[in-house]
């Protein structure tokens, strides 16, 4: 009988268990490896051979018989490294040349050899741990430096061997390898200390910031427009300060994508601290998207739970600001290429800063602007209509008088902000148990109409403001759902008047403001 072994296989994100089938049999020499394998995993035949022979075995090279090794399921392709030490293993067990006593029959297997027999790290730990968790496996073996994004997942042993001898040694039961369960606590640390780019430190620009903390409270997104140097890029790396703490779940998913980017560090691999990225405005569209040759995470994707910041907005490709149309709608992105379909999540706040045009000086009360009626209309369309409409918050951001800005007074800090946010953020969590969304951005029709319910002549003013201002019906929806959020800031439990015409005033007006 051939020997089986289990490993799995990375699509995206997500991951499917690999048949690992071994078989020596009787005939003529030959060495082949079956189940749509890639380049990688053909030359795994030099590295198992050499990383065996090293350690005192007998190579499937240097063997007098036929060795097969299938991977199934045979339809689905198989890539890189990490079926090296499962098929060491089934060789050496259906050769005889190992019989082990521990059942590997719940045991997910993933790694690479090196030719000395070391086990090399690998990309996506957490991903597999993750999945031989959901399939029902108890036990997952990875290289030694992934036990601990391995060891994040509750509830599954963790096997990390150093190489093939001590692998061999752990399952014959003749020097058992420490195995590795969670402990992890879902806690947070918090630090009262002012950063770098504490709120106390951006002197004026008070409307800007009220409508930064209503971003970060509903998780909507923010467009800032205004001269350069004005502060606008000040404003977007402070968002992060008040940020409430991620749950253990979310780092799980944002530590998850970064296993598969392979920039976690092994020391401390799960990720407590919410992204924030800043891709530059030159970026390409698979860099921002997603996909590339090997269908990589984009900068979407690597943002989820955290801030997207886009500076220089409209300077973006057109194909690339077009392409974020889905992703800011539905939280994910699918990524469809000749090599395959993959879909990322991309559940980001995204906080944009553009000027108002060309030379960036239109509509600043102290230096006038240089450009034509014309290249400003053409720069102001960069930024489309439909992109435009699923940005919730519009926010000028005007140049600040000399007085304000030389003053030594400090103003409120991001932890008094970020204590009103996390009050409004627990609000939404009660709010939403039970619903598979967080924030009040994520809200759909249903949710709308359930919990953003105007009176008669709430809905009647509403009305009438919207026609004014001749907003979208998704504009409409986005007024409501950032009305919830200045009412949950407010500790309201009914949207009031004031809170609409706040909304209102961050929402997007027809046309170019020339």
Known sequence: MPAKLYSVTRHGINAQTIEVEVDVASGLHSFSIVGLADKAVEESKERIS???????????????????????????????????????????????????KKDIENTLIVGELGLDGKIRPIKGALLYALHAKDAGYSTILVPKENEKEAALVKG??????????????????????????????????????????????????????????????????????????????????????????????????????????????????????????????????????????????????????????????????????????QPLEEGSILVARARGVVEYPARFMLVAAA?????????????????????????????????ADRIDLHVQVPRQKHEKLSSEELE???????????????????????????????????HLKKYCALDEHLNKRLGTAIEKYKLSARGYHSTLKVSRTIADLAGEKDIKWEHLSLALQYAKREGPEI
Request: aromatic share 6%; glycine share 8%; hydrophobic share 30%.
């Open 50 to 100: 050499s990383a065996l022979k090293n350690n005192g075995f007998k190579a499937p090279r240097s063997f007098n018989k036929r060795v097969v090794i299938n991977l199934a399921p045979a339809d689905l392709k198989k890539e890189g490294g990490i079926y090296d030490v499962p098929m060491a293993l089934g060789f050496l067990i259906d050769s005889e040349q190992m019989k082990p």
């Open 156 to 325: 599954l042993e963790v096997v990390a061997p150093k190489n093939i001898k001590e692998l061999v040694q752990h399952l014959e039961g003749r020097k058992k390898i420490q195995t590795t369960l969670s402990d992890k606590k879902e806690s947070s640390s918090k630090d009262s200390s002012l950063k770098e780019d504490d709120f106390a430190y951006i002197k004026g620009q008070e409307s800007a910031k009220k409508a930064l903390e209503i971003a970060v409270a509903g998780g909507h997104n923010i467009l800032f427009q205004g001269p350069p140097g004005t502060g606008k890029t000040m404003l977007a790396r402070a968002a992060i300060t008040i940020m409430p703490e991620m749950s253990y779940g979310e780092s799980l998913e944002v530590t998850k994508i970064e296993s598969v980017c392979r920039q976690l560090p092994s020391d401390e691999p799960l990720v407590t601290k919410r992204p924030f990225r800043t891709p530059h405005h030159s970026s390409s569209e698979s860099a921002i998207i997603g996909g590339g040759s090997k269908l990589q995470p984009g900068e979407i994707t690597r943002a989820h739970r955290g801030i997207l910041f886009l500076d220089e907005f409209p300077e973006l490709h057109r194909n690339v600001l077009e392409s974020m149309r």
């Open 355 to 387: 000027n108002p045009c060309p030379c960036g000086y239109f509509g600043d009360s102290s230096r006038a602007c240089s450009c034509t009626t014309g290249s400003i209309i053409r720069y102001q369309k960069k930024l489309s209509g439909p992109i």
């Open 412 to 446: 409120e800090s991001s932890a008094n902000i970020k204590t009103r946010v996390d009050h409004a953020r627990k609000v939404q969590t009660k709010r939403f148990e039970g619903e598979n969304i967080i924030t009040n951005s994520e809200m759909k029709l249903r």
